[in-house]
């Protein structure tokens, strides 16, 4: 789909890489050029990824982090200066989440989900922002929210207040940061299986197909096709993008209309019907 080097030698900052979402974005960078810098709290895990990285050719380095606490940030930042010179695109993926009847959720709860979704996600932003408009050669960053960031949604309140809140961070600073040609966009996914999620989000017992019927599409989403779409963001190819949520869903956030309903008929049964209500002539 894309260009050999089409991201050679910039070099990008990847929160969460060493699993999920995270890592396929950090590989699918990584064979495009790219000099990926992956966080996250596990080292083994970041040492799997920034070893596969390697063993394609790629140049990778992994720095344990935990995002809530601002000076690890601070020092994950200069670790990648000190050892790539330069920083120009971070992505904003690492986030925590499960779901909880929102009447038997603690404070404690809530504020787990939300230091690390939008307490973190700003941390990032705001210590490799910093370095972006010192370094003046301007930057990419995107973060990934969720289908309901804008729209809210059932238990798994903490995540969607979070989320929103890393949309507005988005919106305000794509304006407030145009000046020095950093870009800021988000990726909204519908569901994409990974382990961490599912464990969180799907209850057992409970048919993980469910989901599904809420997306036109009736699949979910695979790794790559996500990992492109960040790609796409991150390069100069998007330049003149800026401060938007893109949804890859499969039609899940536009599927509100009243009639859309119907569409989970057999449609042989629909258009009877509906030709049975033309007028005659
Ligand atoms: C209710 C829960 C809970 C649960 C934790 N808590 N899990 N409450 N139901 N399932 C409460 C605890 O009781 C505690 O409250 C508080 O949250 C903190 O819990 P800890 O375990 O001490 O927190 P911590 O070790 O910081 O772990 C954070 C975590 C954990 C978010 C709870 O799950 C985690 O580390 N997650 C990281 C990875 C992750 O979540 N990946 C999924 C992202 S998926 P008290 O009151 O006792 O203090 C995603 C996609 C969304 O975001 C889109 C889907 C379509």
Redo the contacts with the bound molecule.
Sequence with gaps: MYADGLLKDRVIVITGGGS?LGRSMALRCAELGAKVVISG?RQEKLDEVVAEIAADGGEALGVPTDIRDYAAVEAMVEQTVARFGRIDSLVNNA??????PTE??????F???VS??LNGTFHVTHAVGKHMIAQGTGGSILSIT???APAGSAF?VP?ACAKSGVLALTRSLAVEWARHKIRLNAIA???FP?K??WS??VPPGMDEELFKKKIPLRRYGEHIELANLAVYLLSEQSGYVTGQQFAIDGGESVNMGMFNALTELPPELVAAGMRAMRPKK
Excluded: K, M
């Design positions: 999920g709290r986030a925590g989440n499960f779901i909880c038997e959720l603690s404070p404690g709860g504020q787990a989900i690390i979704v969720a289908v309901y798994v995540s996914p519908g569901p990974t961490g999620a969180r989000l």
